[in-house]
């Protein structure tokens, strides 16, 4: 049976893949960040119907404190997002990021930025039942080989590890999805549709806050007012609702979206 893309996740694709390759085109890539994305994503959704006042960037995250959310979307019936009290009326939220070198590095600084973007996600969908989807994007090639994981065996980058695929990993012309040997291919499914499940702990506790969930529990500090209360283990499903496919010639960036759930 073939899956059917949601036309909005297929559109916010191709708008990001156009975009950043716009930007590479006349020498600008060095200049993006992941906060630009939001704009070529915000513009996209807006076409497609979704009221303008709808969309907020950068929103303070209602559970974190020092926190914000790269791109949040309210309720059909919410005309003025600033006046609300609170993200009763909030129904998609967005997290963005890049894919690079460091993003294949084990346990290195984006590592554990692209955990707290999914970990946060979860938690959000956890405790206030939003619908909550990860984006990840870049370079063609850097996108297949620092978050896929197809790239020739590296070495070592400040001492740390980079997990690569194996050399007999090939790419295989013409192939829609990808076979992911990297960090993240427990984490997530590469195929429209494809659901992952993955229980994220805190093994040991002389060693929690070095990486991974005692980190973010550490930096991530829960606002006053609410009640809700850390445990030592998360559990996460995600799906894939849109992904640039493997084998394409003719793209010079690559993106990927998943929806985020808690299964506490």
Not at 96 to 114: I, M, P, Y
Not at 197 to 210: A, H, K, W
């Amino acid at each position: 049976m073939k899956t059917i893309i949601d036309p909005k996740f297929a559109a916010i694709n191709d708008a990001v893949c156009y975009w950043l390759g716009y930007q590479f085109k006349i020498g600008r890539d060095q200049l993006i960040h992941e906060a630009s994305l939001r704009y070529p994503i915000a513009d996209t959704i807006t076409s497609l119907g979704i009221a303008i006042n709808r969309i907020v960037l950068e929103l303070l995250h209602p559970l974190f404190k020092s926190k914000k959310i790269d791109l949040v979307i309210f309720q059909d019936d919410v005309k003025n997002p600033a006046n609300e009290a609170d993200d009763k009326n909030l129904k998609e939220v967005y997290e963005f990021k890049l894919a690079k070198f460091g993003t294949s590095v084990l346990n290195g600084d984006e590592h554990q930025r692209v955990f707290d973007d999914v970990i946060r996600l979860a938690y959000y969908n956890l405790w206030s039942k939003k619908e909550c989807y990860f984006l990840m994007c870049g370079k063609y090639e850097d996108f297949k080989a620092f978050f896929i994981g197809h790239k020739n065996p590296s070495s070592k980058l400040g001492g740390s590890t980079i997990v690569t695929a194996p050399q007999s990993i090939q790419d295989i012309p013409g192939m829609s999805s990808w076979n992911a040997t990297g960090l993240y291919k427990d984490w997530f499914g590469f195929r429209i549709g494809e659901e992952k499940d993955y229980e994220f702990s805190i093994t040991d506790p002389t060693n929690q806050i070095e990486w991974g969930l005692g980190s973010f529990q550490h930096n991530y500090h829960i606002r006053e007012h609410l009640t809700h209360s850390y445990a030592r283990s998360i559990k996460i499903k995600t799906r894939c609702v849109a992904i640039t496919p493997n084998g394409l010639t003719d793209k010079t960036h690559a993106v990927g979206i998943w929806k985020i759930e808690s299964k506490n």
